[in-house]
């Protein structure tokens, strides 16, 4: 299994972009499959083995009004 991940930050940091790969070379499966004395089973999961997800983040600091 490989999973990557990388980030980037703007506006002195205070917008970071990031892409996150899991299971590049698609290793994972989302079938199980057993096998007993009385036959085999196969078990099928609604899952997401391989994905890539994009973020994006702002920090935003906002100080109280002084008085």
Known sequence: ??????SQPFFKGKLIARIEAFDLLHQL???????????RTETWYRSLPHYVMAHLVYHWNKNPKKK
């Open 29 to 39: 499966s989302n079938t199980q499959y057993s096998v007993n004395a009385q036959g």
């Open 1 to 6: 299994m490989l999973n990557a991940s990388i």
